[in-house]
């Protein structure tokens, strides 16, 4: 019974999550025209090193999402984004109503993207994957861990953006629980049982990364890590203390390089071309909670196989 209510409540609010991700980056200003620059000077260095090669890098980023006034609570109802009609209730059932409706609004009979039911699924997933692993208690906080990276990854993806919003909420309750934890013992591993693990787990992991930034920025002459990026692993950090930063860190830079490698190899990347690293931090923060230390020491030794 624990379970199906799980995946229930998971459906609930993979719904509100795809509102998120939707409405969060709408409105913001602060950042746009850095960002902005920052990809029309990747651009140009490109066409000076490959002035033969025609293709144009194209981002996904919409300046007028940005001044839309939209936010979390208003409008109160869904809608559609192209027509702006406001949904009913019955247009609003977590997968269903975009099974029922073909994937098409209902009113103006547009496309609706098939990540609004993807969103839904994955946070039932993980809301059942999380009931069936913890306990209760450490059960919650890592589904609203997941919850909250499920957000960040697909804003990262549309927007190259991991809003504070998230991220400074995120780091406080993982100072918070572990407090909690280094009193009273009440949540269980992976969280952090003290609060010296915790801060120890933001100083290495946003330090090491913070490091990195500069270096690059000292050798290149330009950004290659976010600050997002960056806090981002101090909240991991924070709920997961130094071995869940580091492992995230070394996971999530082997799954970028790899995505990275594979993209130029078949002639969809370039190396001038911003790639998200929230994603490739996220999904190693995933494997650390669910998986441990296994799927690495598993790797590790398929390498010492292959040799």
Not at 131 to 152: D, E, K
Not at 263 to 289: D, N
Request: with cysteine; proline share 5%; net charge negative.
């Amino acid at each position: 019974m624990l379970e199906i209510s799980a995946i229930i409540f998971g459906l609930l609010i993979g719904s509100f999550l795809s509102v998120c991700i939707y409405r969060i980056p709408l409105g913001r200003s602060t950042g746009l025209e850095e960002l902005e620059a920052e990809l029309a000077e990747a651009d140009s260095e490109e066409e000076e090193e490959e002035s033969h090669d025609e293709e144009d890098i194209t981002y996904d980023i919409n300046s007028e999402h940005f001044e839309e006034k939209v936010t979390i609570s208003y409008p109160p109802r869904s809608f559609c984004p192209h027509c702006g009609a406001q949904l009913r209730w019955w247009h609003n059932i977590p997968v269903f109503s975009w099974v029922l409706l073909l994937g098409k609004c209902a009113f103006c009979k547009t496309g609706i993207s098939p990540r609004y039911p993807f969103v839904e699924l994955l946070s039932a997933f993980f809301c059942y994957l999380s009931v069936t692993t913890f306990p209760l208690p450490t059960a919650i906080v890592i589904y609203l861990f997941c919850a909250g990276l499920i957000v960040l990854s697909f804003i990262d993806i549309d927007y190259y953006l991991l809003p504070n919003v998230i991220t400074y909420p995120g780091f406080l309750l993982g100072i918070i629980l572990a407090l909690v934890n280094h009193f009273f013992h009440f949540f269980s591993r992976p969280i952090v049982p003290t609060i010296w693990d915790s801060l120890l787990g933001v100083l290495v992991g946003a330090g090491v990364l913070e490091l990195i930034a500069r270096l690059y920025m000292w050798f290149r002459n330009k950004q290659g890590l976010g600050m997002g990026d960056i806090k981002l692993l101090a909240v991991t950090g924070a709920f997961f203390g130094m071995e869940g930063a580091i492992y995230t860190m070394f996971v999530g830079s082997l799954l970028g390089s790899f995505v990275g490698i594979f993209l130029i190899l078949i002639g969809q990347g370039k190396l001038s071309k911003y790639l998200p690293f929230g994603p490739y931090l996220a999904i190693a923060t995933l494997l650390y909670v669910f998986t441990g230390k296994e799927l690495l020491l598993l790797f590790f030794q398929t390498l010492g196989t292959v040799r």
